[in-house]
């Protein structure tokens, strides 16, 4: 088992790794039963929240992965696992392929400091070990880029950063 540990070097391996540490186990009693399928959950949220919320910090992305976590929660038309949630046509901008942060989301190392918090955050969120801390949004945007039109259908629950959340 500790050779297939050794290959699980990178960002999958990290975001595995963080997940396990999200769960509170030691390094040492790693299970490495579903780390396929964990590491490309946690490495897809961690690639979107350092896309859309990166210059928001900590709190933005922690934020962002909330509301990956909610709409997965509530599944159906969104998709029902955070991976389908994340890669959901236009839903998140850094999976746009027109966007700029889109080859740079799917190019991020973990060299760069936010994308290695990023990865905590994603890791936690998978382990079920990340707080709410938008009181349940589905939805959010930066009203210094765009309104969007179901802004106005929906609730208001919080501003975090440059973000606003909504129900």
């Not at 030691?26 to 579903?34: A, G």
């Not at 850094?94 to 994308?115: E, G, Y």
């Not at 501003?159 to 909504?166: E, K, L, M, V």
Request: charged share 20%; hydrophobic share 45%.
């Amino acid at each position: 088992m500790m050779k297939d540990a050794l290959l699980m070097i990178g960002a999958g391996g990290l975001a595995f790794a963080a997940y396990q540490v999200a769960k509170g186990k030691p390094i040492t009693s790693i299970d490495f039963t579903n780390a396929g399928q964990i590491s490309q959950e946690v490495d897809t949220i961690a690639r979107t929240i350092w896309g859309e919320a990166r210059g928001e910090g900590e709190r933005g992305m922690h934020a962002v992965a909330n509301v990956i976590m909610n709409r997965a929660r509530v599944g159906g038309w969104w998709g029902n696992s955070p991976v389908e949630v994340c890669l959901k046509p236009s839903q998140f901008s850094a999976w746009n392929r027109n966007d700029p942060n889109f080859d740079l989301a799917r190019k991020v190392t973990t060299q760069d400091a936010q994308f290695r918090l990023a990865l905590q955050i994603a890791g936690r969120a998978i382990a079920g070990t990340l707080d709410d801390i938008t009181g349940g949004a589905t939805h959010y945007f930066n009203p210094n880029v765009v309104l969007p039109s179901w802004a106005s259908a929906l609730t208001r629950l919080t501003d975090i950063g440059n973000h606003r959340f909504y129900v």
